[in-house]
């Protein structure tokens, strides 16, 4: 039972373009949801978080927006560069002990 | 300010052997979390604990598989008999009670022979 769903295994982009990455949820108690950024062989480096009693979330190139009745989520880069080429997870709790359930990840490429 | 650091980070040993974790999180950081991330899928949860209690276990986490905060700081992660389906990377992450991010170390890469 795949909680948090990532569909798209990678996306392309041009240098200087926007990058959205998309992350759909099922489970309704989730309240705080976090975009991470994975380099191979490295633990998983925050970006952007956001609670479910925001609608959107901007820090510099990074902006999340959350749509809790589409239970949908998606993280903006503006300008992609070609240092974001990394894979992107999208991770969401709702529980009292704060586990992070995740989805299955983005390969984003980001082209000169 | 230091980061969660996880050790050994590569480790490489043969069926059936024990092998030992160890992660130490962030200094102020309460709460810590072991994760286990397999080849293409997102980490999993596998245990937590808030200071030296260990408050919940996932249902991945088999009897071969123990995990202690003696002291409420470093925490270890151990495997008994190790089985080739336990090859992954092993994570750990520390957070404070507020807010809910937690910070991860760089993990262990486990293969079993």
């Known amino acids: 039972d795949q909680q948090v769903k990532q569909n798209s295994p990678s996306l392309s982009v041009q240098e200087g373009r926007i990058s959205i990455l998309n992350c759909d949820y099922t489970?309704?108690?989730?309240?705080?949801f976090l975009w991470y950024k994975k380099y191979p062989a490295e633990g998983p480096t925050f970006l952007i978080s956001i609670s479910s009693i925001k609608d959107k979330n901007e820090d510099g190139r990074f902006t999340v927006f959350l749509n809790k009745s589409a239970k949908h989520l998606s993280l903006h880069i503006v300008p992609s560069q070609p240092g974001d080429s990394a894979v992107y997870f999208c991770?969401?709790?709702?529980?009292?002990?704060?586990?992070?359930?995740f989805g299955q990840g983005t390969i984003l490429t980001v082209h000169p | 300010d230091t980061g969660v650091s996880q050790d050994p980070r590569h480790k490489i040993t043969k069926r059936g052997q024990n092998v030992t974790f160890r992660c130490d999180p962030i200094?102020?950081?309460?709460?810590l979390y072991w994760y286990r991330q397999t080849l293409g899928q997102g980490p999993e949860f596998l245990t937590y604990f808030q200071n030296e209690a260990q408050l919940e276990k996932s249902r991945l986490l088999s009897d071969r598989f123990s995990a202690e905060r003696p002291k409420g700081s470093f925490s270890t992660l151990e495997i008994q008999r190790t089985e080739q389906g336990d090859s992954a990377m092993y994570l750990c992450?520390?957070?404070?009670?507020?807010?809910?991010?937690?910070?991860f170390g760089p993990g262990t890469r486990l293969l079993v022979l």
């Open positions: 992450a520390s957070r404070t009670g507020v807010p809910e991010t937690q910070y």
């Open positions: 200094s102020e950081h309460n709460r």
């Open positions: 489970n309704s108690m989730f309240d705080y």
């Open positions: 991770a969401a709790t709702g529980t009292s002990y704060g586990k992070l359930t």
